[in-house]
């Protein structure tokens, strides 16, 4: 085993990694946090506001603008979802008409990072992707 292979070994997020496979010998049965945050931010807009929440609070109308192609229906949703798993806060100010804001919470922040670090992934390997992509569908035509 080479050197960087055996720091990676011993490092703590092995132990997280040693519970998913213990998880998944024992037939994905029970509740798995990587699912349940899957199921939150794997949907098609929870990651986009929460990474336009990351740049500061926003009004919905700022949301709805800065997140292309949301409904107001799928927006309302998304941000309930948000807030009810703790990663955003909405707050109502008293003004005539009310004004809402939302923020992301100290919960919200913390996973600002890993979804940047999987969307410079996503924009890193872009093109290798479309090639394998590319490459399974002239196979599966032929």
């Not at 040693?18 to 798995?32: D, I, K, M, N, V």
């Not at 699912?35 to 986009?48: K, M, P």
């Amino acid at each position: 085993m080479s050197k960087d292979l055996e720091s990676q070994s011993e490092c703590p997020s092995n132990d997280v990694l040693s519970a998913g496979l213990e998880w998944a010998r024992q037939g994905y049965t029970g509740p798995c946090p990587v699912r349940d945050l899957l199921d939150r931010i794997g949907d098609t807009w929870s990651v986009l506001i929460v990474l336009q929440l990351g740049a500061g609070p926003r009004r919905f109308s700022q949301l709805k603008r800065g997140v292309e192609g949301i409904s107001q229906r799928m927006l309302t949703q998304t941000l309930r979802q948000l807030e009810r798993d703790g990663l955003v806060d909405r707050t109502v100010y008293p003004s005539r008409p009310p004004a809402v804001e939302y923020r992301l919470t100290a919960l919200g922040y913390s996973l600002l990072n890993p979804l940047r670090e999987l969307a410079t992934w996503a924009f890193d390997h872009e093109e290798g992707i479309h090639q394998a992509r590319q490459a399974f569908d002239c196979r599966e035509e032929s």
